[in-house]
């Protein structure tokens, strides 16, 4: 079955430096990949995702996020953070592109200082 | 558009009691899921309903929680008697049903302390 990674729980990162998020899936076949971000005390956004094609996708918020087979990983990347970017991160992994089958990581907590 | 509405926010109850959560997903969204979020770990998904069909519940603990969807729109989550790890924030979703990984709209939650 498949599963997925988040090896950091929380990132510091200062207002305007950029960020990466790491996520790290396994799975035998090519996944569906995606990235969730949920403020506090609201229910969880989707950012992007990864189907297949371009191993570079771009998703809302100028957030983007780059799979790579050979290590098994699909990070989050953001050039320039903002004090609103606050929030928890989800990776999540999926076989079929259904629902019903992803999994989600544990997340990442992102802090912003100014 | 309205997003999923969920009801209540908050919900403090004793182990052993009952307790059930309301779900009203974005119009026209034919599917609803429940999900589980335990403090420190990612949602995981209870149960998903295609109208008023259930289509996936491999993860709902049959023993104590129940949901139902009777009209295919509104759906409630129940679980009777609650237990002191069913303390997390219930979340529910909606989405359109057609095409491969249809995103996921989530209601704010409803989050249950078992005491």
């Known amino acids: 079955a498949q599963s997925v990674t988040q090896p950091d729980i929380h990132i510091t990162v200062s207002e305007g430096a950029s960020l990466e998020l790491r996520c790290n899936y396994s799975?035998?076949?090519?996944?569906?990949l995606f990235w969730y971000v949920q403020s506090p005390g609201q229910g969880l956004q989707l950012l992007l995702k990864?189907?297949?094609?371009?191993?570079l996708v771009q998703g809302i918020k100028g957030f983007e996020a780059e799979f790579k087979r050979s290590q098994s990983s699909f990070n989050l990347r953001k050039p320039s953070v903002h004090w609103s970017d606050a929030a928890e991160y989800f990776c999540?992994?999926?076989?079929?592109?259904?629902?019903?089958?992803?999994?989600f990581g544990a997340g990442t907590r992102l802090t912003v200082k100014p | 558009e309205a997003g999923v509405a969920q009801s209540p926010r908050y919900k403090i109850i004793e182990k052993r009691q009952s307790v059930a959560f309301w779900c009203n997903p974005i119009s026209g969204h034919a599917t609803l899921y429940w999900y589980q979020q335990i403090l420190g770990q990612g949602p995981k998904l209870l149960i998903q309903f295609q109208n008023n069909g259930v289509v996936d519940d491999s993860q709902l603990p049959k023993d104590r929680f129940s949901a139902e969807r009777l009209k295919g729109v509104d759906s409630t989550l129940k679980i009777q008697p609650a237990k002191l790890e069913d303390s997390a924030v219930y979340l529910c979703?909606?989405?359109?049903?057609?095409?491969?990984?249809?995103?996921?709209?989530f209601g704010n939650g409803t989050r249950l302390t078992v005491t």
């Open positions: 999540a992994v999926g076989a079929t592109g259904n629902n019903n089958d992803m999994r």
């Open positions: 799975y035998g076949a090519t996944p569906y």
């Open positions: 979703a909606s989405s359109l049903p057609t095409g491969v990984g249809s995103p996921l709209h």
């Open positions: 990864y189907f297949s094609g371009d191993t």
